[in-house]
């Protein structure tokens, strides 16, 4: 069967990552994770003590280090070189900084690069925010996962109590809002809809009702 290429693209916690992993399980197709990307190049910023502002100096942290992923069979394991970071790009250092350093050109054009060149054969399922608009423009499927932010929120708690991450339900609803803000009206690739992508709401769907969902639209084009 054709190999497609199938872009989910959502604000934070929509559950773009989730059922993006089912679906590229299901499907023995590459699961690319574009926000993990953004989130280690945030992480190495951190570390090197580079002002998040410091648009050339990001870039040039870009060209420096190589982020990786590594399949295992239960999860997706993330690289900055040889150390694994795979928790340290999910504490909250790292997401209340990560829509700043997305935010720039330069960084922007190297990632999309690597991402094209991870998706370039097809059997590909990639998430972010602009994967249907300028990363895979191309792709067969586009789907544009919404939810309340109330939902997100308490998605995005659970999950950070089940890895062991403390936060305060509102703050969370905040930062939430805030990093929807900041990703949908930068100038470059801002989050939002490809005018080819199906909507799905899925607020009160439970993850299988969403990857059911987007099957739907998959059998569609196959
Ligand atoms: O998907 P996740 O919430 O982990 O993404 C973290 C951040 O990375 C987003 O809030 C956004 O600022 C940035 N991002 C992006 N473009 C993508 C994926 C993520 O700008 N394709």
């Known amino acids: 069967m054709k190999k497609i290429s199938i872009a989910i693209d959502g604000p934070a916690s929509s559950g773009k990552s989730t059922v993006a992993k089912i679906l590229a399980k299901k499907l023995n197709y590459i699961y690319c994770d ?14 090197e003590k580079v002002d998040f502002e410091d648009e050339s100096e990001l870039a040039e942290l870009c060209l420096e280090h190589v982020i990786s992923f590594k399949q295992t069979e239960n999860e997706q394991l993330v690289f900055v070189d040889d150390t694994e970071v795979t928790q340290a790009i999910r504490q909250p250092d790292v997401t209340n900084a990560v829509s700043i350093v997305a935010k720039h050109k330069m960084v922007r054009e190297k990632m999309v690069e690597l991402q094209q060149k991870i998706g370039q054969a097809g059997g590909v399922v990639m998430d972010g925010r602009d994967i249907g608009t300028a990363v895979l423009p191309k792709a067969e499927v586009k789907i544009f996962l919404v939810a309340s932010v109330s939902e997100r929120a308490e998605r995005r708690f659970k999950e950070n109590q089940e890895k062991g991450i403390t936060t305060d339900f509102d703050t969370l609803k905040q930062e939430i809002e805030h990093r929807d803000y900041l990703d949908s009206t930068r100038t470059v690739s801002p989050l939002k809809q490809a005018d080819d992508a199906v909507k799905i709401d899925t607020t009160g769907l439970n993850i299988e009702e969403v990857v059911e969902a987007i099957e739907q639209v998959i059998s569609t084009t196959l």
């Not at 574009?34 to 570390?47: F, K, P």
């Open 34 to 47: 574009t926000g993990a990307m953004y989130r280690a190049l945030t992480y190495l910023a951190i570390q």
